[in-house]
């Protein structure tokens, strides 16, 4: 039903449908009576100066199109001002056609409110993420609440047809009272999709004051904006599952009896090699190193010593002592560390050890004893 929010027809005691010489009529013969000169009322004064308001609206066909429009939406108590009638806008202050409200329950850190917020599509979707991720993180000590602001906002995103509608009538007569009126055009056109039959009437009459324009309609995804806040905690979930699950694993971990190990972290063992082809694990582990091949008939990796040192179980003096060299002590030298300042050495029994690079030099020294395992059929 068509409403008169201000009440100018009835202060003028039209019907909407007046033509306009019915309006001048009706108006002389109100302003006549009530005229503050010789009308008596108490109230005279306020009567004829509203019969005044309500001719000068309803005389024009635009402005009286305009009011028709926003009494459609807005009670008296809200009526806005004609004169000061301002556009609704984007966030980033830009005007659009193509606006819509939508509501959010916010926690506001005490509780949770409801805004109401006039925006584009990229506001609304950059809104919910913003606020789904306030609710979450900051209302987690009311998850009652919590549970049913989340829900609220996935129900209702798209269940404010009243507010769009009363969002878009209000724009397309603020564009038009700027004389914008492709815009104005486009925002009654888009009204259309919230108004129920008498509404749409009165729309299409006040777009026949305009030009018509051609323009293709902006959808809105509200199945998308649905499924924003879902996403948001679908994430949020498999954040906390993964700290759980890294926070449960180094718990059994700590929990899990350890294997004690040598007295430096590395990695594997020493394999020793004798020359008669046995083999045994040294108690050792040694970091990575590079082996040289072992050919105890070729005396070119025969090295000695260039003073009394001793040979290490492996490359850092923190290892233990493997045995104390003397100067001039001939070794086989078998891997070296990445870095060549440890040298692997194979002494007369056959184990292996460790010394550092300065202290060898090339060829041998002291005389091979003759059960040396460093040289095959030794006759020194």
Known sequence: MQ???????????????????????????????????????????????????????????KTRAMYDLLSMVYEKHEFPDFKTLKIYKTN????????????????????????KLVCSYDDAVKTINEVTKINLTKGWAKPKENLEALKKNRENINKNNEDNLKMLVHNA???????KKDKAYISAQEALLYADDEQKDLLLSFSCLLDKVNYTPFVWDYQYLKNIQNKFIKTILIAISVVVLLFVANVVANLIPQKETAKTPTDYYQ???????????????????FN???????????????????????????????????ENQTV???????????????????????????????????????????????ER
């Open 92 to 115: 980033e202050g830009k005007e659009s056609p193509f606006l819509r409200v939508i509501r959010l329950e916010k926690f506001t850190g005490k509780e949770f409110k409801t805004e």
């Open 292 to 326: 040289i091949p072992v050919d105890l008939t070729d005396d070119k990796m025969l090295f000695s010593l260039k003073s009394k040192t001793d040979i290490m179980y492996g490359p850092d003096d923190n290892f233990d002592v493997l045995t104390k060299a003397v």
């Open 332 to 378: 086989r030298v078998t891997g070296y560390t990445p870095d060549e300042q440890w040298y692997r050495v194979m002494i007369d029994n056959g184990d292996m050890g460790f010394v550092k690079r300065g202290n060898l030099k090339k060829g041998i020294g002291n005389p091979i004893p003759e059960k040396s395992k460093i040289i095959e059929n030794n």
């Open 173 to 179: 007569v603020a564009y038009f009272k700027e004389d």
């Open 271 to 289: 394999e020793v090699r004798f020359f008669n082809g046995n083999t045994t694990v040294d108690d050792m582990v040694l970091s990575k190193i």
């Open 3 to 61: 409403k008169d929010a201000l009440g100018y027809y009835g202060v003028l005691d039209v019907d909407y449908g007046a033509d306009e010489h019915t309006i001048k009529l009706k108006y002389r013969e109100k302003a006549k009576f009530w005229h503050p000169d010789h009308n008596e009322n108490e109230n005279a004064l306020e009567v004829f100066q509203k019969i005044s308001v309500a001719y000068d609206i309803l005389k024009d066909t």
